[in-house]
């Protein structure tokens, strides 16, 4: 059973208290000229009718979480694994959805026919751009927008040396922005990062990278501020729109690409309050600069989070608990959006 008939006998068997169509965070975006989005584990959404159900409902933009990194869309080096990918496009265009794809260069995730292959500089670029060329134009014109790049900057603000700057060069970013242009033209293309939301050394030094990008002519349009954060660590709003600002005057886009609010567990109503402050101002901030286009959550429901495993004890991060139901934070952003209409 794929997820159409999934999806339909959802319509029938899920017991949800669902919103008002005009009143869904989908809607609401919309209104406010903004893409509301979310990450997407593509083999649940394949299996789990109330999963597909709650994405269409709530959102318009997708990233998936896995399906087009290095080593699940490029398993060997003469060959390609697009089932993935091609089911979220086909889930996201039945319901005129956007799809951000991530990510094309990252120093996670690689196969072993990779990282094992000692390979030659040229060899390594005629690989990536080969990748990414074959991602982006197979996809041109349907994905919107790409993360091209993350995480190429170190927690102290310096370049973070990886798999791909010590077999390329500090150049492979520039080159895989290239590259990418080369082959959709009309994408928007993205530098995502973390920890580099509000202020500090990290976002310094994002601000760099991308300020010289910008200065070679690079083809970069957006920057990404992951915010995966606790409560205890949020940025504070001010230091986000401000750094929004100054991202905004190099001429690129600034979103919320993959926001997430951990709590320790087991949580309480005070904590999923406090967690509700923290997404209604990350909101507000982005609100707040025109040229932030896009907010989007790494998940929807707290059944399929990666925080429990990654952070132990911690958890219960999204918009909607595990049986589908919104909480404070789902109702904090439904607020947000809608003071924001006109």
Known sequence: MDWRSLATAAIFSCALALPAAAETLRA??????????????????NK??????LLAREFNLLTPENALKF?????????YDFSQADALLAFAEAHHMQVNGHVLVWHQQLPDWLTQGHFSRDELKDILREH??????????????????????AEDGR????????????????LAFRWAHEADPQARLRYNDYGGEGGGAKSDGIYDLVADLRWQGVPISSVGLQMHVAIADAPRAADVRANMQRLA???????????????????????????????RDML???????????????????RYSWIPEFFPGQGTALLFDEEYR????????????????P
């Open 132 to 153: 990414i060329q074959t991602l982006v134009t197979r996809y041109r014109g349907r994905i919107a927008s790409w993360d091209v790049a993350a995480e190429a900057v």
């Open 326 to 341: 919104p909480k404070p934070a789902y109702y904090s952003i439904r607020r947000a959006l809608k003071a924001s209409l």
């Open 249 to 279: 005057a190099l001429g690129l886009e600034p979103d919320i690409t993959e926001m997430d609010v951990m709590l320790k567990q087991p949580s309480n109503a005070a904590a999923l309050r406090a967690q509700a402050g923290v997404y």
């Open 28 to 45: 609401l975006a919309q209104a406010a000229n903004i893409r509301i989005g979310a990450a997407v584990d593509i083999p649940t959404l």
């Open 284 to 302: 507000q901030a982005c609100l707040a600069v025109a040229q932030c286009r896009s907010f989007s959550t790494w998940g929807a429901t707290d």
């Open 159 to 174: 370049p973070r040396e990886t798999f791909w700057s010590r077999g390329i060069g500090a150049d492979y970013l520039a």
């Open 48 to 53: 789990d009718p109330a999963y597909a159900q």
């Open 71 to 79: 080593s699940v869309v490029h398993p060997q080096r003469d060959r």
